[in-house]
């Protein structure tokens, strides 16, 4: 099989959203019945096929230049954690009397920190949410355009930026893959792939580019 095949067929066929039975069957159903989605083993049966997915916020991206505030769908504003809403319990009272009496790992399950975040500690550090700066940037000579640390003052030791060789015809055509609505249909793992291989197509950098642009990333 060829390099474009194979790549194709991995990235059409995520496991972390995926139907459970053939694609082209569930395809068939939402063509013959127009209200198939609505049926309840079709959220298990085709979640792909019906979007039941959900996507990642975008500051869980590599589009986003600070990461997640500690809600987890906020975007920080800085490393520091600039821009991240107020930290507070939504049930203060309730909260109060929960960790009162339960062990707090049963106080602070999923839906107690949900609800006490503030209580349960989980924005007690607000900027350990956001991305941390890049190493990169620390280093003497600061960063390549894809995160190593340059070796000299104009790029010496950094890539020139280009698509992969031998996939220019594959970045075009999956190029949507460039937009964060692909990770509502394709796993994560896969998309940063694609964005490794055409930098290029998908706007990291511009063709033979070797440093970092720092209006992207900048020192604190």
């Given at each position: 099989?060829?390099?474009?095949g194979r790549f194709i067929?991995?990235?059409?066929s995520?496991a972390?959203?995926?139907?459970?039975?053939?694609?082209?069957?569930?395809?068939?159903?939402?063509?013959?019945?127009?209200?198939?989605c609505?049926?309840?083993?079709?959220?298990?049966s085709?979640?792909?096929?019906?979007?039941?997915?959900?996507p990642?916020?975008?500051?869980?991206?590599?589009a986003?230049?600070?990461?997640?505030?500690w809600?987890?769908?906020t975007?920080a504003?800085?490393?520091?954690?600039?821009?991240?809403?107020?930290?507070?319990?939504?049930?203060?009272s309730?909260c109060r009397?929960?960790?009162?009496?339960?062990?707090r790992?049963?106080?602070?399950?999923?839906?107690?920190?949900?609800?006490?975040?503030?209580?349960?500690?989980?924005?007690?550090?607000?900027?350990?949410?956001?991305?941390?700066?890049?190493?990169c940037?620390?280093?003497?000579?600061g960063?390549c355009?894809?995160?190593?640390?340059?070796?000299?003052?104009?790029?010496?030791?950094?890539v020139?930026?280009?698509?992969?060789?031998?996939?220019?015809?594959?970045?075009?055509?999956?190029?949507?893959?460039?937009?964060?609505?692909?990770y509502?249909?394709?796993q994560?793992?896969?998309?940063?792939?694609?964005r490794?291989t055409?930098?290029?197509?998908?706007?990291?950098?511009r063709?033979?580019?070797?440093?970092?642009?720092?209006?992207?990333?900048k020192?604190n």
């Open positions: 099989m060829n390099q474009y067929i991995i990235s059409i995520p972390a959203c995926r139907d459970s039975i053939t694609t082209p069957v569930c395809q068939h159903f939402v063509q013959t019945y127009r209200d198939s609505k049926w309840p083993e079709m959220k298990t085709c979640p792909l096929t019906c979007k039941f997915c959900v990642l916020p975008r500051c869980a991206t590599k986003s230049r600070y990461g997640c505030c809600d987890k769908k975007e504003k800085s490393y520091a954690g600039d821009g991240c809403p107020e930290c507070r319990d939504q049930f203060p309730y009397e929960r960790i009162a009496r339960h062990p790992k049963s106080a602070c399950n999923k839906n107690g920190s949900k609800m006490c975040p503030k209580s349960c500690g989980v924005c007690e550090h607000k900027a350990a949410a956001a991305q941390a700066p890049p190493e940037l620390y280093s003497h000579y960063c355009w894809d995160l190593t640390s340059a070796q000299g003052p104009i790029g010496e030791g950094c020139a930026c280009r698509d992969r060789h031998g996939f220019k015809r594959l970045c075009k055509l999956w190029s949507h893959y460039c937009k964060d609505e692909a509502k249909y394709v994560k793992n896969v998309i940063d792939e694609f490794e055409c930098p290029m197509t998908c706007g990291k950098c063709i033979g580019q070797k440093m970092l642009d720092l209006s992207v990333y020192r």
